[in-house]
Structures are given as structure tokens and as C-alpha cells.
């Protein structure tokens, strides 16, 4: 889950791409980059943080050019903390190559011995976005007939991309001298539209992980690129298409609709706001249903995501809609955490309960979705602690079972609340006097993706069906062991770093 953008316009597109990205924050918050290209040379900012911290005026004024793409990130593979892994990521052959990218691949390992064994090239990072960028390169590398490369030439080499990458992946690039290039996984799993702008000099194009980004910059949106399409725009400006992998058909992420887009972006011809009415009108059917007499006197949302949501659920019932909890939108991330009282403590920082919305009530918060349940549980002793009598929690997503291997940071199966428990085993762990979850066979309902043309979606974090084919028990299992070593080396420098930092203060 990151944000990518590409431009090509008639003026300066440093101010464009900054913007953009302000817009797709949500998808990505620890690290921001921004490469502009100036005829062949290109000029690259990044660093960790917000896009608002990353990047000053002087920043700013050295990103010439009327070209770029930028960049925000959200690590799924990689180090979090690791400046390196801030994208684009840049390699100087053939002819210079900058590459952002949102997305997972799944044969990561097998590309990477590849690329070292056989294509002589050298990965410095452990981030499978510059193992794509190399074999991006190497692929142009060999289709290249001359000094220049021809846009069919271009084409063949995202082809041959296709034929080697498994996995997730929305990409954009800037080839150096030659133009702006954008495509997506023969599956469409992670998103991306294209968008135009007519000016007096012509026409000008952008690329982005969501429409928001075309409509609040002033481009009209085209279409979404298809799955195994390629988009080229030369340095005339000229736009070239071509689907470059003819077996693919579009089976796009289904948690994009649920928690990781705006609810104002249009993705594969699909609002995300009227998705999530319509989740909220099932899952309140599906309430009524199972639970004919239940009463209740209010429903709340958990912000901000599922808003929409609950407020169709609350239609549905013919209950109350309130806010009750207030986001506080300007802390921070808790870098240093060492104990489960500080997580906890995290949670009661970001969200503070309006006391009066829960006293001496029966309450129902609706949340997009239950994960670690860790957040939840603090949230329904926040409703407690205000006076609630009775605390009923629904997710307007089925419960997560399973972990997202296409670009979204899930925990282990171990770590999800779901596994191995039922729903009044999930009640009691949060301690809510009831739970309710989306049907599966709803959710994909409440996509309404026929009318689209879209006859299925990933839904893997729910049924453990990975639609490319090559996730199995023991990719799992490996996965989850390289995880939990992380995550035992990632605890270890965090204590490290507390233990230093409390010794220097006394």
C-alpha cells in the first residue's frame, strides 16, 4: 500500500507532484521522494517521513523539469526505518532509470538470484521495488537496438517484466531522455488511472494510485490502465498504449474499497463512497437477520474510514447515527513503544470518547475492519469506561483469517485475531458484549464489480485464496518465520534505543 504518480505537462510539475502526493498520503507515511527530469538529467529528493516534512522550498526549487513521479510509502517489504528504501529508486543503466512502485512481488528470492547470477546486476537494498527496477532494466538492456530506445522496443521489455514478476505491482518510471512509462500486474491487483489536461500548448497527462489525485489537480480521468497495460508518454508528449500481457484479467484488491482508499477516488470504475454505503446496508440486513431482537440505541463509527459505512448501517436499522470518538489528526507516530501500556496509551492519544454519546446506552461501533483486535479492545473499554451498558462492535469487512501478500502489511496468522476463533471467541477477546462481521459473499456484492466487468476480486486475506498462483503453505510459513525474526530484531534495537536514550537522560 503506497501512493505513485507520474506527470508529464507543459510547465514545471514539482508543485504537481507534491500536491498529488498530499493527496494519496493515507496510502503511505513513513518515507516520501519526488525525481523530476530535466532533458536527461534527473533530479531526485526523498527521505523518511510525511510528505510535508520531507520536503523544504530549497527542495522544491531544485526538482526541474516538466516530467517526474514521486512516491509515498507504506513498507510492506524492506526496512521501515531505512532511508535508503525511500523511493524512487535509481539505477544509471541503460540510459538511466527511475522507478516508484506500489505493490508486492511474490518471487521476490527467486528474482534476486537472478539478477545476481545470471543478469550480473547487484540489488543494494532488501526492498523488492529496486529487484523490480533491475529487472525493469535488464529487460531494456537487452531489448535496446541502438543508443535510443523505440517505444515498441519499450513495450517488449514490460512484456518480458510480465514474464518474469509474480505478484502485486503498480508501477511508475521515468527513462532518461526518453519519456514517462506506467503499468500494472497482469491482475490489476493494486490500482492506477490515467487522467489528461488540456492546455494552449498541448496536451498533458498524469498517472496516479487513485483518481482523487487527477481530480483535485485539475486532470479529467480517462480510464483506469488496464491490467498488463503499459502507458508510455514520449518527451513530445505523445501518449503511447499497448497491453503488453494478453492472458490478464482484471481481480483487483477487494481491501482497497474497505480501508486503504479515499472515499471520494473512483478506481476500476467503482466509488469507494457508494462501496461503502452499500457494505453498511448489508451488513445492517445481515444484523436484523441474525439477531432479530437486538436492541439498540445508537451507532457509532470508529473514524474515519468507516463512516459511510456505519451511517447506512444506522439507516438500515432505523437507529440513531452519532459521533462518538474524536480523532486528534495531528499526533504523531509513537516511534518508541516498548510496553503493551504505552501501545495503549497510543490509542487513547489518537481517539477520545465524547462521554455523553455512550452513558447509560446500548451501543454499536462499526469499524471497517478487526486485525490484531488490539485497537478495538482499547476502543471498547474507552465506550465502557464512558458508562456504556452494552457494547456491540461490527466490522464492515468479514473477519481477516489470513495474511495480504500483495502489498498490504498484515500480521502473521498467529497474530490476527481471527485465527482459530469464532465470533463469540472474538466477543470476549475485545471484550464486546457481541460481534457481527460482513459476509464474504456480500462484501463482493457491495463492489457491484459486474457492472464493471469485473467477475472476481482478491479477497486472500479472507479465504486464503491467492489468485496468482504461487502462494502456498510454505510460502506462508516462511514468510511469517522472516516476519517474526524481524520483528524480534526490530524489538531488539527499539529496547536499545530506549535503554540509550533513558541512560543519556539520567
Known amino acids: 500500500m503506497c501512493g505513485i504518480v507520474g506527470i508529464v505537462a507543459n510547465s514545471p510539475v514539482n508543485q504537481l507532484l507534491y500536491d498529488a502526493l498530499q493527496l494519496l498520503q493515507h496510502r503511505g507515511q513513513d518515507a516520501a521522494g519526488i525525481t523530476t527530469a530535466q532533458g536527461n538529467t534527473f533530479h531526485m529528493h526523498k527521505g523518511l517521513g510525511l510528505v510535508r516534512d520531507v520536503f523544504r522550498t530549497r527542495d522544491m526549487r531544485s526538482l526541474l523539469g516538466n516530467m517526474g513521479i514521486a512516491h509515498c510509502r507504506y513498507p510492506t517489504a524492506g526496512s521501515a526505518v531505512s532511508s535508503a528504501e525511500a523511493q524512487p529508486f535509481y539505477v544509471n543503466s541503460p540510459f538511466g532509470i527511475v522507478l516508484g512502485h506500489n505493490g508486492n512481488l511474490t518471487n521476490t528470492a527467486v528474482l534476486r538470484a537472478e539478477l545476481f547470477e545470471e543478469d550480473r546486476r547487484h540489488v543494494n537494498t532488501s526492498s523488492d521495488s529496486e529487484v523490480l527496477l533491475n529487472v525493469l532494466a535488464h529487460e531494456l538492456d537487452e531489448v535496446a537496438q541502438g543508443h535510443r530506445l523505440s517505444t515498441p522496443e519499450i513495450f517488449s521489455a ?68 488496464e491490467p498488463g497495460e503499459a502507458l508510455f508518454v514520449d518527451q513530445n508528449g505523445r501518449l503511447h498504449t499497448l497491453l503488453c500481457a494478453p492472458q490478464a484479467h482484471k481481480v483487483p484488491c477487494i481491501f482497497e474499497f474497505v480501508y486503504l482508499a479515499r472515499p471520494d477516488s473512483v478506481m476500476d470504475g467503482i466509488s469507494v463512497y457508494e462501496t461503502r454505503l452499500r457494505m453498511g446496508e448489508l451488513l445492517g440486513q445481515r444484523i436484523r437477520q441474525l439477531a432479530p431482537n437486538l436492541v439498540v440505541d445508537v451507532v457509532i463509527p470508529i473514524p474515519d474510514t468507516s463512516r459511510p459505512s456505519a451511517l447506512q448501517l444506522a439507516t438500515t436499522l432505523g437507529v440513531p447515527y452519532r459521533e462518538g470518538f474524536i480523532k486528534n489528526r495531528y499526533i504523531g507516530r509513537t516511534f518508541i513503544m516498548p510496553g503493551q501500556a504505552e501501545r495503549k496509551r497510543s490509542v487513547r492519544q489518537k481517539l477520545n470518547a465524547i462521554a455523553q454519546e455512550f452513558r447509560g446506552k446500548s451501543v454499536l461501533l462499526v469499524d471497517d475492519s478487526i486485525v490484531r483486535g488490539t485497537t478495538s479492545r482499547e476502543i471498547v473499554q474507552m465506550a465502557r469506561d464512558c458508562g456504556a451498558k452494552q457494547v456491540i462492535f461490527a466490522s464492515a469487512a468479514p473477519p481477516v483469517r489470513f495474511p495480504n501478500v500483495y502489498g498490504i502489511d498484515m500480521p502473521t496468522r498467529r497474530e490476527l485475531l481471527a485465527t482459530g476463533r469464532d465470533d463469540e471467541a472474538i466477543a470476549r477477546e475485545i471484550g464486546a458484549d457481541r460481534v457481527f462481521y460482513q459476509d464474504l459473499g456480500d462484501l463482493v456484492l457491495a463492489m457491484d464489480g459486474a457492472s464493471h466487468g469485473i ?46 536514550r533513558t541512560t543519556a537522560a539520567a
Not at 514517462?180 to 496516479?208: K, N
Open 158 to 225: 514490460v512484456t518480458r517484466v510480465y514474464q518474469r514478476c509474480r505478484g502485486a505491482y503498480a508501477v511508475v518510471a521515468l527513462i532518461a531522455g526518453h519519456g514517462l512509462l506506467a503499468f500494472r500486474d497482469p491482475f490489476g491487483i493494486r490500482p492506477l488511472v490515467i487522467g489528461s489536461h488540456e492546455t494552449s500548448q498541448g496536451m498533458e497527462y498524469m498517472v496516479a494510485s487513485e483518481s482523487v489525485a487527477l481530480d483535485a489537480l485539475g486532470f479529467t480521468l480517462m480510464r483506469d490502465v
Open 455 to 500: 467477475r472476481e476480486f482478491d479477497t486472500s486475506c479472507f479465504n486464503g485464496w491467492y489468485v496468482t498462483g504461487d502462494v502456498d503453505e510454505a510460502y506462508l510459513q516462511v514468510l511469517e518465520n522472516r516476519r517474526e525474526d524481524e520483528k524480534e530484531d526490530q524489538t531488539q534495537q527499539l529496547d536499545l534505543d530506549f535503554n540509550l
